[in-house]
C-alpha cells in the first residue's frame, strides 16, 4: 500500500528554536498533504492544508507565520515551527492522499508521526 | 459544516466479546467514511473505509462497519475482540477531492483477559 513517512520521530529542541519536520510520499505523488496536531488523549486536529507549488490553507486559530509550511515537490512537505514555545510540543502528524482507483485509491494516508518536546 | 462524532469515550471489553462503537457523521454532500486505528505508540493505521455501494464494509483483522444513510451512522463492529485489539479508534470523514478529513475524537478500546 502507499506510504507517507515522517523524519523525525522524536525531536526535542531548546524553547526559542525552530524545528523542522519532513513529511514524504515514498510511492507515489501527492499534490496535497495534510497536517495534524495531536495533543495526548486526544484526536487530531486540522492544522493546514499543503498544497504543492502554492501556499498552504491554514485552518482557524492556527498561526501561518509560527507554523511555516512548504510543499517544494509532488513527494515532500515540510512543517517548520518556529520559535518553538514549551506549549508547542505534541505529537505532528502528516498525511496525503492517494488519487484514483484500486486498492489504496482515494484513501488518506498517515505518516508515523513526529513527537515534538520543547524544553 | 462537516462534523464527525463518536459516542463513547472508553469502552472496555472481556476476550471474545463483540465489539460495537459508535461513529455519526454530518455532511451535506458526498460523504467518504474511515476507521483508523491507533495502537499504543504507533501511527494511525486504515482499518476500513466506505465511498458507495454495498454498505456493509469489511476491513482487516476481522473488523467491519455499517453504513446507514438514514441513521448518519458508521459504526464498527467485530464479533470477538482479542487483547490485542486495545487501542484508539478513530472515525473520520471527507468528502472527495482534495479536501482533508475530520476526525471525531476517538474511543478508546481496552480488552482485558
Known amino acids: 500500500g502507499a506510504v507517507v513517512s515522517q523524519h523525525p520521530s522524536w525531536v526535542i529542541c531548546k524553547s526559542g528554536t525552530s524545528v523542522k519536520i519532513e513529511c514524504r510520499s515514498l510511492?507515489?505523488?501527492?499534490?496535497?498533504m495534510f497536517w495534524y496536531r495531536q495533543f495526548p488523549k486526544q484526536s487530531l486536529m486540522l492544522m493546514a492544508t499543503?498544497?504543492?507549488?502554492?501556499?498552504?490553507?491554514?485552518e482557524q486559530g492556527v498561526e501561518k507565520d509560527k507554523f511555516l509550511i512548504n510543499h517544494a515537490s509532488l513527494t515532500l512537505s515540510t512543517l517548520t515551527v518556529t520559535s518553538a514555545h514549551p506549549e508547542d510540543s505534541s505529537f505532528y502528524i502528516c498525511s496525503a492522499r492517494v488519487t484514483g482507483t484500486g486498492r489504496s485509491g482515494n484513501t488518506i494516508y498517515f505518516g508515523e508521526g513526529s513527537w515534538l518536546t520543547v524544553v | 459544516a462537516q462534523s464527525v462524532s463518536q459516542h463513547n469515550h472508553h469502552v472496555i471489553l472481556s476476550e471474545a466479546a463483540s465489539l460495537e462503537l459508535g461513529c455519526n457523521y454530518s455532511?451535506?454532500?458526498?460523504?467518504?467514511l474511515f476507521w483508523y486505528v491507533q495502537y499504543p505508540g504507533q501511527h494511525l493505521q486504515l482499518l476500513l473505509k466506505?465511498?458507495?455501494?454495498?454498505?456493509l464494509v469489511k476491513g482487516i483483522k476481522g473488523f467491519e462497519a455499517e453504513f446507514i444513510k438514514s441513521k448518519f451512522s458508521f459504526n464498527l463492529r467485530k464479533p470477538s475482540v482479542q487483547w490485542s485489539d486495545t487501542a484508539e479508534y478513530f472515525c473520520a470523514g471527507g468528502g472527495s477531492g482534495n479536501t482533508p478529513l475530520v476526525f471525531g475524537k476517538g474511543t478508546r478500546l481496552s480488552v482485558i483477559a
Open positions: 499543503s498544497n504543492e507549488g502554492s501556499k498552504a490553507t491554514y
Open positions: 466506505y465511498f458507495s455501494g454495498d454498505p
Open positions: 510511492d507515489f505523488q501527492a499534490t496535497t
Open positions: 455532511y451535506g454532500g458526498t460523504v467518504n
